[in-house]
């Protein structure tokens, strides 16, 4: 089973930015694609940016175009959420998920992961 870690959260103020880092051991992420999705409080879980372990393409949610980056260092066995010019409704508990890369692109569908992280949490807030 594919285990992944997130770290990198916190406690922002409006128009900060942050990294986000999702990391595993014992296995290569390399091969793998990996999903960043974020759920705020009454809300359903969002799928935010991918990164396709086939080709490395990438997606981004509509929502956070321009703000959000993704990117993979193989060196680091990570993937990182790059999240720019932060807003308060960015705010909720970030997650990574990881799935054998099935489709050459990857998808911001959550069923499609099967292992996911327990979760970063980001507060944006003055």
């Known amino acids: 089973q594919v285990h992944v870690v997130e770290s990198g959260g916190g406690l922002v103020q409006p128009g900060g930015s942050l990294r986000l880092s999702c990391g595993a051991s014992g296995f290569n992420l390399r091969y793998y694609t990996i999903g960043w999705f974020r759920q705020a409080p009454g809300k359903e879980r969002e799928g935010v940016s991918c990164?396709?372990?086939?080709?490395?393409?990438?997606d981004v949610a509509d929502s956070v175009q321009g703000r959000f980056t993704i990117s993979r260092d193989n060196a680091e066995n990570t993937v990182y959420l790059q999240i720019d010019s932060l807003k308060p409704e960015d705010t909720g508990v970030y997650y990574c998920?990881?799935?054998?890369?099935?489709?050459?692109?990857?998808?911001?569908?959550?069923?499609?992961?099967?292992?996911w992280g327990q979760g970063t949490q980001v507060t944006v807030s003055s």
């Open positions: 990164i396709s372990g086939s080709d490395d393409s990438t």
């Open positions: 998920a990881a799935s054998p890369p099935v489709r050459r692109v990857c998808t911001l569908q959550s069923l499609r992961y099967p292992d």
